[in-house]
């Protein structure tokens, strides 16, 4: 039996191939961000989507999101991945508090659950206010900011993955802003 | 290169030998379980803590605790957990809501977070009352109820992980019964 | 200057005429309660409503709400209410965290808030499973119980107040069951 | 029967003889704002209490906390009693979730739960990060930073009333850094 992953190769960043294979071992930490954007006396401006292109021409709408990976903590993830994605001019406020607002589980199979086709995953949930300037260094990606009204609409929610529209539409709830 | 996880081994049960490999390349998701008694009116009455004996004899008092294994719920896991340390009849309030009161960052290298020698692992934490009569299978284990009083004094939490110690400390707060 | 409550009426119950004066100085406190069945495994299977008639041939649609009265635990409120709409039968799992998972602000003019015609009334809102038969003793009231898909029917949530409409909403996504 | 409240005083400010009265009908809204300076990351650096001398010569040491006045929001009560009790400039982040972390039961008489002498008062708590420089307004107050190591020590959570000290100790459960 030849296995299928180097163990020699220890740091954070899996190689497609090892990727693949963890994959079909364990679940999958990630964290689900949901940016937004604050109004005077801190009640609920924007949320904040990025845009991506599909080599089909079609767009879809995602809130920052990503794993967390070998020995970085849930914070350093938030922090990063909202870099990744929102650009270094953020200033994101990353959680207090680590308990997330809720939880997002992805299952490779259709059923109850979120659809990831590539995993089982397990996504820990948090709203991240940013008050920066958000430019994406990856260019093919756009922010685009939304009222809560704006958010729950056929059109936005229909533009993103299952998963995300129904982690968007929880946020909401947890702010008290569920159009 | 030779790798290290068979890839044909799809079953969420992996060998040991697996599983340290997994350990290295991905943090680990686990669920760590604060069992409880409710007096009347739904007040905490006392906390669970499992009892196990050491090789060396001695013991360590531990919270309920495991991996959430792949394509499992959390809430499978949750009553899976419970099942194995508390036993068939501890009818448990798996909890309604998803969303952990804290999670837990454990890390093989001491430092600013808990410690796992084993690896790098992120837990959600659930407070789970238990109405049932609690009989571990497992006859090494014993299951003993302390009061938020009894928990918080050093020879208890001295029993314990750093880790489950604090998580259970938490716990009490959350339930605003910290002594 | 004549005052308009009486110094001497200390217990919890305020006449008609006390509660009236007493709206108009300081915000009312109530408990907003969501009373869930539960299937197997804790997930969510529905939510039970109060059924009101009204004088003019209407009905409504109501959550299990009151106020905490003087020198009352939110617990014992929450116990008193679940069982004068509920019956004395309902098995309620009184919350075992103080936390509400969301507050309700009901102001008695329309604005961005909820309103309350009667008063400024700030609630704490928390999510009841019960287990047992619900009977009203009250033969004006009935209960019924709706999943989550036709709890948010513009029907069902018509026959709500915009509030407890809302608070429905935000319970549902907290529990991870928003349609 | 002669009423206490005067019907025309319909402002939210009630003259001390009729909150006197009030406070012997219903339970008091109040809220519990622990503020936290935080360090790089989201990291929590410190918690702020405010030193207030009594006229006695001893001091005590208190969270930042007060009424919810009739016809105001929960996070107008919050800005307003941050800007009180830490200056205009203390750039507080008012909650973007309105449901509080937990809340505090204070009875007149002693028992299980928090006492003020006063009245019946519910408390909601939120951790409130503030960016900016904090110097009452009101010189008679001071306001120290201590870090969680310091704030659990005797000597400090003994100048805190017994509500405040676990509000404060719950606060640090909750943001993972109970010492």
Redesign the interface.
């Known amino acids: 039996?030849?296995?299928?992953?180097?163990?020699?190769?220890?740091g954070p960043w899996?190689s497609e191939?090892?990727l693949d294979?963890?994959r079909?071992?364990?679940?999958?930490?990630y964290v689900d961000i949901v940016p937004?954007r604050?109004a005077d006396?801190?009640?609920?401006d924007s949320v904040g989507l990025v845009l991506r292109g599909r080599p089909e021409g079609t767009i879809t709408r995602e809130l920052v999101s990503g794993?967390?990976?070998?020995?970085?903590?849930?914070?350093?993830a938030i922090?990063r991945h909202v870099e990744k994605d929102l650009g270094p001019l953020a200033l994101p406020?990353?959680?207090?508090?680590?308990?997330?607002?809720?939880?997002g589980?992805y299952?490779p199979t259709p059923g109850d659950?979120f659809v990831d086709r590539r995993q089982?995953a397990?996504s820990?949930a948090y709203?991240v206010?940013v008050a920066g300037d958000c430019s994406p260094a990856n260019d093919t990606l756009e922010v685009t900011w939304l009222t809560p009204r704006e958010i729950v609409t056929p059109e936005i929610l229909g533009d993103m993955s299952e998963g995300h529209a129904?982690i968007a539409?929880?946020a909401?709830?947890?702010?008290?802003q569920?159009p």
Not at 1 to 10: E, F, K, T, Y
Not at 41 to 44: A, E, P, R, S, T
Not at 67 to 76: A, D, P, Y
């Open positions: 039996m030849v296995s299928d992953i180097a163990s020699d190769d220890l899996l191939h090892d294979q963890v079909r071992k364990v679940p999958m930490l937004v604050l006396g801190g009640v609920l794993r967390v990976l070998h020995q970085e903590t849930v914070r350093q922090a406020q990353i959680p207090v508090s680590p308990a997330p607002f809720t939880i589980e299952f659950h089982h397990v820990l709203v206010p129904e539409r929880r909401l709830a947890h702010l008290g569920l």
